[in-house]
């Protein structure tokens, strides 16, 4: 189970929902690579284009605070202020309910 459940949402600028999107799935892979990622989803909402989440879980909140600090984690944040209106929101939270059968 999940230590940690983070969801971060991004609101692209004008013009770049595209090159958000592209940016934000090449994370996908090197961070479902990780220790301690239980999961890595990017999202695009159906009513706003320019709305983007990352839906993530963490074995422990220690991992989360290791994936902040890789390089291509670093090197897309420094990219966000040219495609975003507005920094990163990170939601984090604790399961509360079971865990959902698979």
């Known amino acids: 189970m999940a230590e940690l ?5 991004f609101t692209a600028k004008s ?6 999107g592209a ?3 090449q994370l996908v892979t090197p961070s479902r690579n990780e220790e301690g990622c239980l999961r890595y989803e990017i ?9 983007w989440m990352v839906l ?10 290791l994936h902040m600090s890789t390089n291509y984690v670093q090197a897309f944040m420094a990219k966000v202020p040219d495609l975003c209106v507005e920094d990163v929101e990170i939601c984090g939270y ?5 865990q ?3």
């Open 94 to 98: 604790h399961q509360r309910s079971p």
């Open 5 to 9: 459940t983070n969801v971060a949402y």
């Open 15 to 20: 013009g770049r929902s595209q090159n958000l």
């Open 56 to 65: 993530e879980d963490w074995r422990h909140a220690s991992d989360f605070k």
């Open 43 to 51: 999202h695009q909402s159906n009513d706003v284009p320019d709305v």
């Open 100 to 102: 959902a059968c698979t």
């Open 23 to 25: 940016e934000l799935l």
